[in-house]
């Protein structure tokens, strides 16, 4: 078999969401995962062209058919692995992690110096990061439902529109990078943006898609209720079927998705090469862009 490694380009995309699907699928029925039906093949397109044209996005061809991809986003000093899939078939024959490897050396040439990535539970892939030198810093609890939500959590707090300046202001505090061109990308692709004030002060922001939330981040994490409290109001309106993802440093929004009734529904992994940034402030949007 003729294993050919490469730089992807904006023709690949498709191809690669086509991998992206499989591989997701054939996933679930090993680790008997439930399923909502497949992600949006419209949706991962416009993830990967976003890494494409904004990261690092390395493929491999075997006997000149896509077999592995390897894509990340680097954003000043952070690397984020924002898709690592070997097509069903292929998995376990030494073609994933040299794909893996040049993407993060290109992460180490463009300046990298922390690395992280939202796992699976896929053994494996866990082996390849660890390998690499992402070790386990937390889990990433996964929640759903239909929140009670208190009037005492939203008083004194009120939104409007989200300023992109404050937004990229305050991940500078929070990640530690600005990430312009990603909250770019949140607002080409319709997600709504609101910021959090408190007595007229800016003291967070949250993203909503549908009723899914994140990112989110706030200044200090006496804000954490409010902020979370104010998304969920937001997502359920449209009757939506909430859904939030937490890093399990961040206790704050823990206890509130457990104390509002959202129902614990899974947990991934989040690996890192060293702690970063203040997690305990910030919800991410999933595990394509974090």
Known sequence: MAIQYREALPEDMPACVDLFLESVEDLRRRHNLPSDGPPAA?????????????????????????????????????????????????????????????VWEAGELAGATHFFVWSSS?????????????LPGAQ??????????????????????LKRAFAMALDKTVLGTRREVDHAFFGRTGWEGREVLQDGKSIGYY?????????????????????LALAC?????????????VPGMNHAA??????????????????????????????PSGPALF
């Open 42 to 102: 419209e949706r991962m397109l416009a993830f990967y062209l976003h890494t494409l044209s904004t990261g690092i996005f390395h493929v491999a061809e075997a006997d000149g058919r896509l077999a592995a991809l390897a894509c990340a986003i680097v954003r000043d000093h952070l690397w984020f692995l924002a898709g690592f899939w070997a097509r069903p078939g292929l998995q376990q024959q030494h073609i994933g992690m040299p794909v893996l490897r040049r």
């Open 122 to 134: 896929d053994l494996p892939a866990m082996a390849a990061y660890m390998k690499l030198g992402m």
């Open 140 to 161: 990433m609890m996964f929640f759903e439902g239909s929140p009670q939500l208190s009037a005492r959590a939203l008083s004194g707090y009120a939104t409007q529109p």
């Open 207 to 227: 993203y909503l898609d549908g009723g899914s939330i994140g990112p989110a981040a706030w200044i200090e994490s006496t804000h954490g209720t409010a902020v």
């Open 233 to 245: 109001r937001d997502a359920g309106a449209s009757g939506s079927k909430v859904s939030l993802r």
């Open 254 to 283: 823990l206890r509130f998705a457990l104390e509002s009734g959202l129902r614990f529904t899974g947990f991934s992994h989040l690996l890192m090469s060293a702690p970063f940034a203040h997690l305990e402030q910030y919800v």
